[in-house]
């Protein structure tokens, strides 16, 4: 039974032999999500990030002085909000963090083919930016380069969503009504995240792109309190529930967040 409401019954389906691409893949998808939040550098394992200021010295050796076998530290850099000069710091992941011990699952619609959407992306100028505001940055926001426009129709509407360059990859972050209910009615409540999957083009050229919404998954903030995640900007938001993808992520023995 299709969960997509009647406000919004008429999407521009993807072709026939995408959607049967989509379904067949779905519960496979699922088990590499799965197995990918608990990796030993996974989602569930990143228990600090620590900003190292204006002293950038020391190495991950120093770091994991004193920690368990099963620490790992790698560095990581960002821009300063204010100054917009580096910031460096070091991230530890534990392969035996209470998070990865007390995970249960990440909770998922069923595979819905009304949510698998055809759209197109048009290339915009190269030093186009769009101001993400980030979860932990204090309603603060940082400017990420967006290559393009994604335009597609839902509902009778069209919508322009703007995806940024994850590597090479569009990556869309998006918001809609479920996000926050209480429940198996809701998804997490800061918004999700959704790769965008081109069709026969290479990055940087226009073509057809799909959106297949039974992908969407909760981002790594979902996961673990020291993420920075980008939250959905106000063009990339739904006004009705996506009743597609990940929910949320759910825990055993009481485990929350912390």
Known sequence: MSHTSDAVSAPVHAPSHLVDRARDGWAAWRQRRLHAVTAPQGNLALVETRWLGDDASGNETDATAGQPQSVTVTRLQRLNLDTGEPEHGIRFWDAASAAITHFDTVTAWDFDPAWVISARFTPVSADRTIPFEHIRDNGGTRDLVVPGDITFTLGGIDYTFSAFDDDGTLLLVFGDASNGLPGDAGSYAAGRFLFVERERTEFGEPGDVVLDFNRAFVPP???????????????????FPVHAGEKAVRFRGGHTLH
């Open 221 to 239: 903030c979902g996961f673990s309190i020291h993420y920075n995640c980008p939250m959905p900007p106000p063009n990339n938001r739904f006004a």
